[in-house]
């Protein structure tokens, strides 16, 4: 395996994912990249083709356990500029793919612009909302997609336009490597009006979701025609805990985890929730929480 250092000082080997993982969880990897612009990135994606090291992509790690071994190849972080910039034009909000959900959602209300405004309060990053398609009652975040730049596997930076990408209830079709960009297409509205429909989401999720610091989910995916907090809900094992981690009483799919998260009390928690419900339902749930 070829060492990747060479590629400047934001490759770190053996580097501890100390303060980048989720509620203060520790975790190592063999490599931790943090390119600073898209030309470095692409050079990353060919050399760790060429090199044969696996590539994950970390967003702001709500939704990524990571366990006592050291993660081999490359964990990716796009915290430079360029990959958290937000820029709008007319009725376009273009987002690099580390922004903060939330933060395209104020810039976007700030300049007039609407469609976005009921994520608001999903915490993540504009790529792990995308990869994990993101959604609400009013729609999900690909409704207001225009289009994805991406880079592929070997490096090769890539636009994906709306009518080439399908946004569905369980899931989309924008599998490649790494979103890098994203560009939404908005619509006018006053800012006030904006605000309002702002609010009204934040109260809907304050009442509904665990909004608290710690709160990780939804960590299973909803069964087809099923709902899986309810499931867990009527399996009796809201507020169950192991360890730092426990079942959110506002919706079962959610759990609370204590710092400093473990990732084996967590993941013994939800075997636990997917034997219990097929004990009681005969349903499988399956993760939606990536592990590492
Ligand atoms: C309190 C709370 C409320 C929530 N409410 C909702 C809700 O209403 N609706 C909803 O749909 N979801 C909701 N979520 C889930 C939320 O959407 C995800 O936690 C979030 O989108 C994950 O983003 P992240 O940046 O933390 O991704 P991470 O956890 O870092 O990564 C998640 C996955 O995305 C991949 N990924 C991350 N960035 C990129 C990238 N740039 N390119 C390619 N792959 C990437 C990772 O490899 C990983 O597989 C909620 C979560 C919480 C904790």
Redesign the pocket.
């Known amino acids: 395996m070829k060492d990747l250092t060479g590629l400047g000082p934001w490759v770190r080997a053996n580097a501890s994912l100390q303060g980048m993982l989720f509620q203060g969880m520790a975790g190592n990897a063999a490599f931790v990249a943090e390119p600073p612009t898209l030309g470095d990135l692409t050079r990353l994606m060919r050399a760790c083709q060429q090199g044969g090291h696996s590539l994950?992509?970390?967003?702001?790690?709500?939704?990524?356990l990571v366990g006592a071994n050291q993660i081999p190849g490359v964990v990716l972080r796009?915290t430079a500029q360029p990959f958290r910039e937000i820029t709008v034009k007319d009725n376009t909000v273009r987002a690099g793919?580390?922004a903060s959900?939330d933060s395209v959602v104020s810039a976007a209300c700030k300049a007039g612009l609407s469609g976005l405004e009921t994520l608001i309060?999903?915490?993540?990053?504009?790529?792990?909302?995308?990869?994990?398609?993101?959604?609400?009652e009013a729609g999900?975040i690909g409704d207001h997609i225009r289009r994805v730049d991406v880079v592929t596997g070997d490096g090769q930076v890539i636009t994906r336009e709306r009518d080439e990408l399908k946004f569905e209830s369980q899931g989309n079709n924008l599998d490649d490597?790494?979103?890098?960009v994203a560009e939404f297409e908005l619509e006018p509205e006053p800012e006030d009006a904006i605000l309002r429909l702002m609010k009204r989401a934040w109260m809907k999720?304050k009442v509904h979701?665990?909004?608290r610091f710690g709160?990780?989910?939804?960590v299973f995916q909803e069964p087809s025609g099923l709902n899986a907090g309810e499931l867990i809900t009527k399996a009796g094992l809201l507020r169950h805990r192991v360890g730092c981690a426990e079942v959110s009483h506002r919706d079962g799919n959610?759990l609370l985890v204590r710092s400093p998260a473990n990732a084996d009390d967590i993941l013994r928690l939800l075997e636990l929730i997917q034997q219990r419900v097929r004990e009681r339902f005969h349903v499988d749930l399956e993760r939606k929480i990536?592990v590492w």
């Open positions: 994950r992509v970390l967003g702001e790690a709500n939704n990524v796009l793919g580390g959900v309060g999903i915490p993540g990053s504009v790529g792990g909302a995308l990869r994990l398609n993101a959604h609400d999900d490597a790494v979103i890098a999720r979701q665990p909004l709160a990780m989910g939804p959610y990536a």
